[in-house]
């Protein structure tokens, strides 16, 4: 014989545990979102500055004889070489400018960034791209170690 006063299922308590339980779940599920988010733009930053350095790394192969030096970096639009042959000094000054502007395109995504070319034993350069990954407005430095807040990307690169 069945007891007709006993009761089945869940009581409201049970409910309202399961419901915290989940509750709790989706807020760590939200938080590796976020961070999962903020990894793939620090991922993105540094194959952007990659790619620019590379880039400017074919630029100094293409035109050996040209100086290259962050110095020599032009405020304003030289000679475009696209449209008329240029001397080695001319190529090497229009893309320096070139990498420039890349370098702080909106579509880099990098904030302030700067780019450093130095050269280093014999005819090899080094190639540094450096730009505030954690955007606290600190200045670009990265010498070792680079300053916190500071990502840096370094290639050398031999002609």
């Known amino acids: 014989m069945t007891n007709p006063t006993a009761q089945s299922g ?3 308590l049970e ?8 509750s709790i779940g989706l807020l760590g599920l939200s938080g590796l979102q ?3 988010l903020q990894n793939n733009q620090v991922a993105y930053s540094r194959t952007v500055a990659t790619m620019l350095a590379y880039d400017m790394a074919d630029r100094i192969r293409n ?25 080695p000094a001319a190529m090497a000054a229009h893309d320096l400018w070139e990498w420039e502007q890349s370098l ?13 070319i130095t050269p280093a034993a014999g005819p090899t350069f080094t190639i540094t791209i450096g730009w505030d990954e ?3 407005g600190a200045a670009i430095d990265c010498g070792p170690p680079p300053a916190a807040g500071i990502a840096c990307v370094s290639i050398a690169v031999t002609p």
């Open 134 to 136: 954690n955007r606290t």
């Open 15 to 22: 409910v309202m545990i399961a419901l915290v339980i989940f």
């Open 34 to 36: 976020a961070i999962s």
């Open 10 to 12: 869940f009581t409201l």
């Open 104 to 116: 702080n395109a909106a579509q880099s995504n990098l904030l302030s960034a700067q780019g450093f």
């Open 63 to 87: 035109n050996r004889t040209g100086t290259y030096s962050t110095a020599a970096i032009p405020a304003a639009a030289p000679t475009s070489c696209v449209t008329s042959s240029c001397l």
